[in-house]
């Protein structure tokens, strides 16, 4: 069992920079890849981004690269979003996953935080 907490969610201006956490504890989280999704208001849950337990390869949607950052401290046993150059059609509830691999779709993944919003005003 993983159990996962994000953190660092809140309320940015259009063009601000966020950066959220996620805490794992239980089974050792380097062993898993570690994801990133996002749900807005009577919306499907997308893919963000993903990174594998190593940290060396990573996956992100095309709506966030170049703006957002998937990164991990295996000895902290965290991964993060450095998101940055926030638009208002970010505004959405986080979630962090942990699943076998940098996959882009939520059925992948076993364990699931419960989720921090994130508001971007225009």
């Known amino acids: 069992q993983v159990h996962l907490v994000e953190s660092g969610g809140g309320l940015v201006q259009a063009g601000g920079s966020l950066r959220l956490s996620c805490a794992a504890s239980?089974?050792?989280?380097?062993?898993?890849?570690g994801g990133w999704f996002r749900q807005a208001p009577g919306k499907e849950r997308d893919f963000v981004a993903a990174i594998s337990g190593s940290g060396y390869n990573t996956n992100y949607a095309s709506s966030v690269k170049g703006r957002f950052t998937i990164s991990r401290d295996n000895a902290k046993n965290t991964v993060y979003l450095e998101m940055n150059s926030l638009k208002p059609e970010d505004t959405a509830v986080y979630y962090c996953?942990?699943?076998?691999?940098?996959?882009?779709?939520?059925?992948?993944?076993?364990?699931w935080g419960q989720g921090t919003q994130v508001t971007v005003s225009s």
């Open positions: 239980g089974r050792t989280f380097s062993n898993y890849a």
């Open positions: 996953a942990a699943g076998a691999w940098i996959a882009g779709t939520s059925n992948e993944y076993r364990y």
